[in-house]
Antibody
Framework: EVQLVESGGGLVQPGGSLRLSCAAS????????MNWARQAPGKGLEWVSG????????YYADSVKGRFTISRDNSKSTLYLQMNSLRAEDTAVYYC?????????????WGQGTLVTVSS | QSVLTQPPSVSAAPGQKVTFSCSGS????????VSWYQQLPGTAPKLLIY???QRPSGIPDRFSGSKSGTSATLGITGLRTGDEADYYC???????????FGGGTKLTVL
């Protein structure tokens, strides 16, 4: 069974940093692209970033470009999102999701999400 | 303001059929695949339709998808109270080099 489990969320002050992790199991991790998406409280879904299976190619939403960095460790089947210069508007549940290619056609499955709260 | 446009809400009675619209442009829906996601209250999104009209294994044939030009539609027949959820469309946007979601449509089964 394919499983994605996010961790690393929490409360951080504006301007601070946080690193999210997504542990994958049940599939050959290095063969698939991976993505982060988020959902602010009471709002819709927003795609954040994607990375190819090799880790060479990455894409970012304009809202996080220059502040967030996506990476992966294929030896550990783990996806990461390094978030710097955090703002109040980054408060959201962050989900990781698997896609077949780095230019995704769909996301399946999704993890259960981890909550990031940016507040003083 | 989402790149893909969805109505905020739809409602229908149990057993009825409902459709969800998703409107985009040539740079997203017009030239790329559309997928649809169901998000039940308090849970993570779940893939319902991929490649415009394909159902993943385990998704009943009550759910269907279609695409025409720069718009896509999700249909649900035989509505059940358990279908009450938020439904999102999504597609790659070749101009933005980014994935875009619609704002989501909340389904109420009366």
């Amino acid at each position: 069974e394919v499983q994605l489990v996010e961790s690393g969320g929490g409360l951080v002050q504006p301007g601070g940093s946080l690193r999210l992790s997504c542990a994958a199991s049940g599939f050959t991790f290095s063969s698939y692209a991976m993505n982060w998406a988020r959902q602010a409280p009471g709002k819709g879904l927003e795609w954040v970033s994607g990375i190819s299976g090799s880790g060479i190619t990455t894409y970012y939403a304009d809202s996080v470009k220059g502040r967030f960095t996506i990476s992966r460790d294929n030896s550990k089947s783990t996806l990461y999102l390094q978030m710097n210069s955090l703002r109040a508007e980054d408060t959201a549940v962050y989900y990781c999701a698997k896609s077949t290619t780095v230019v995704p056609d769909w996301f399946d499955p999704w993890g259960q999400g981890t909550l990031v709260t940016v507040s003083s | 303001q989402s790149v893909l446009t969805q109505p905020p809400s739809v409602s229908a009675a149990p057993g009825q059929k409902v459709t969800f619209s998703c409107s985009g442009s040539i740079s997203n829906i017009g030239n790329n695949y559309v997928s649809w996601y169901q998000q039940l209250p308090g849970t993570a999104p779940k893939l319902l339709i991929y490649d415009n009209n394909q159902r993943p294994s385990g998704i009943p044939d009550r759910f269907s998808g279609s695409k025409s030009g720069t718009s896509a539609t999700l249909g649900i027949t035989g509505l059940r109270t358990g279908d009450e959820a938020d439904y999102y469309c999504g597609s790659w946007d070749s101009s933005l080099s980014a994935w875009v979601f619609g704002g989501g449509t909340k389904l109420t089964v009366l």
